[in-house]
């Protein structure tokens, strides 16, 4: 029998007649798995497990389903998802009278001067389509609000730029243009915010673009419109954590680091709210090396110990930027403890500040986490060159993020160093990779997955919430698609759906540091898993990214079940909280 449980245990929860996924080198799948408390108890056949049934067991019958480990986001940005739905949608709206009836259905609902605040124009999650997806093809200007809600104040909020890519547009009525004092003398602080005015009428449009991916206009020119509330920020997470639920992630690393509200909203999180394990990393709180200094000192280098009272939270490690817009940075620090949509401190730390501040951080045992921004070679021998004189740093695993390029000599250097890679495949081949089909196959290797296979380098895969969907992901590194051409690029980057799978798994279990309980199917291991109706690893490859879950559990309990399922499969059930 596989995985023979001791004598006399027994099993809250039993799961048979399926495929299961174990993920466990030598043991790689079995037909049945048991549940006892908030781990797993044993995998093997239908004859090993049936013995662990107790009367007060409840047996689940999959019907030839499959079960995976609970799926592990690198790099989620977990609040942001469940911030879109606090304001209204204007997804399907596919001309201006359209919006115009939204926007009049919206101004009924509240009294005149109540401001109206609406997510972007275009189809989330990536609002590809405006303005061409209107039937005017053109932006609607405040004039067309106008006529929809005269007596409200409206703001159709730009999209957060890395859904998409900028030029970003965000639209304003008159009432609101005149709240704001935005006239077409206005002159932006920022070089990256155009107002459109119209040459006859001499006139601001209502339409603002920006040429970068942070939504500026609502921060820099109209600061009286209503933001995230403390409040929001719980709630944000309440939503975020079924969304990601829903889709088979139970477990998130938030790479980026979180900005001090961002770790406020979490820490106001009880046990009981939570339906997915958050692996959290803090945005470093200096400017400079001098503040990084008083910050270690202060503090002895320590972070908040959120899992005493809540064990679903994890705080490890410290997020620095060896790239940025310092323009950028100095206009998001005016707003600062604020940071809209975007969660984390802004920074542009050059690179003797860069590694001064890496030095303070492994010389105190922090974790460091850096994303590439074209810059892995510089950031990994930075790394490599502290780790000489800090020899225990490279336990620490130090996590390069969005991993693009590196030369051969990085790969080495971060294999001999004991660092980890996170990648985000969807965003960089399929979304916004359309510059790569027509350069050589050589420069068309970004991402590469089959180098850090090659040289032994452990990676997990992130979907940054772009969208959050981890079979999107998966999807795209095993096919390498480009969107828009339909090109693969660097095909022999590609890997297999299997090794896609560790990634999200077994690789995102030894990025959060949770290899001994989470990434794969086996006794002791927590029962986090997701089942599905088709097996990831029998369908036809481009199949993948169609998947969803039918029911996804963690600890042992259901935290999403498909609407409509059968009896019996996603119903409650009276075993133990994770």
Known sequence: MRNQPR???????ILR????????????????????????????????????ARPMTRVIDLRGRTVIPGLIDAHAHLDREGLRDLFPSLAGIRSIPELQARLAQLAASRPPGEWIVTMPLGDPPHYFNPPHGLAERRWPTRWDLDAAAPDHPVYIRAPWGFWHRPPIVSIANSRALELAGVTARTKPSLSSITIEVDERRGEPTGIFREAHYFPLVELALFPMLPRFTPDDRVEGLRRGMARYAALGITSTYEGHGL???????????????????????????WDSASEAERFCRDSGGRLDDLSAANPWLHLDGIFLSLVGNR???????????????????PQAFDEAEYGACARLAMRHGMRLNTIDGWKSDRIVDIWA??????????????????LRRPSVQTLRTMKANGMIATTEPYGYLWKNADQYPSLPEAEQEIV???????????????????????????????????????????????????E???????????????????????????????????????????????????????????????PGDEPGLGEGGGFSAA
């Open 7 to 13: 004598r006399g245990d027994g099993a809250d929860l």
């Open 17 to 52: 007649h399926g495929t299961i996924i174990t993920m466990v080198p030598g043991a790689p799948h079995g037909e049945a798995l048991a549940v006892s408390g908030t781990s797993i108890l044993a995998v093997g056949s239908n004859a090993d497990i049936d013995p662990l």
């Open 259 to 285: 900005a001090p509200e961002i770790l406020d909203a979490y820490r106001r999180l009880a046990p009981a709210d939570m339906q997915v394990r958050c692996h959290l990393v803090q945005s470093a709180p």
């Open 327 to 345: 323009e950028l940075n100095e206009a998001l620090r005016c707003y600062l403890p604020y940071t809209g949509w975007a969660g984390f401190l």
């Open 385 to 402: 060159r502290l780790a000489a004189d800090y020899p225990a740093a490279r336990r620490r695993r130090h996590v390069v993020e969005h």
């Open 448 to 498: 590469p997955h089959r180098s850090l296979l090659e040289h032994g380098i452990p990676f997990a895969l992130e979907t940054d919430n772009c969208p959050p969907n981890p079979f999107a992901i998966m999807w795209s590194a095993v096919t390498r698609v480009e969107r828009t051409s339909g090109a693969v690029l660097g095909p022999r980057q590609c890997i297999s759906p299997f």
């Open 500 to 562: 896609a799978l560790a990634a999200m798994t077994v690789g995102g279990a030894l990025l959060c540091g949770r290899e001994e309980r989470l990434g794969a199917l086996a006794p002791g291991k927590l029962a986090d898993m997701v089942v599905l109706e088709e097996n990831p690893l029998a369908i036809p490859a481009d199949e993948l990214r169609h998947l969803q879950p039918v029911l996804t559990l963690v600890g042992g309990r259901v935290v999403y079940a498909a």
